[in-house]
């Protein structure tokens, strides 16, 4: 095998979630929260997962992220930095891995980053 090329080698294309964060997320949506009506029907409490379990291994785009609301963006920085997600809800204690590529865009003239928001990304890009 030494001797093979690069593309002679068996690849394996394998499908890659995009999750976008759409402006106005709650904090339910984004982490995951108690499935109400599924939760009654079965007589015991069902997790519902938010946005940030789908985007795990794979793209998470927030467009305007400057607009988000503070307590949204603490909590997609906590998990980014974390590696995952921890929720407790209605004596529900749930834990599971978030380690997306994050891609965030915004608009200065909309408002600016916050400090603690750009202090985390690798690249900053003036377009």
């Known amino acids: 095998r030494k001797n093979e090329k690069v593309q002679d080698l068996e690849t394996e294309l394998v499908s890659t979630p995009f999750v976008q964060i759409p402006l106005g ?36 785009y927030v467009d305007e992220i400057n607009l988000l609301d503070d307590e949204v963006a603490d909590v997609l920085l906590k998990v980014l930095s974390d590696g995952y997600v921890e929720v407790e809800r209605e004596g529900l204690s749930v834990r599971y891995p978030c380690k997306p590529l994050i891609i965030a865009t915004y608009n200065p003239e909309e408002g600016e980053l916050r400090e603690h928001l750009l202090d ?8």
């Open 25 to 60: 997320v709650t904090e339910d949506s984004l982490i995951g929260t108690v499935d109400l009506e599924r939760s009654l029907d079965a007589g015991s409490t069902i997790f519902s997962p938010g946005l940030l379990a789908r985007a795990h291994r794979g793209i998470l």
């Open 120 to 127: 985390r990304f690798a690249i900053g890009l003036s377009a």
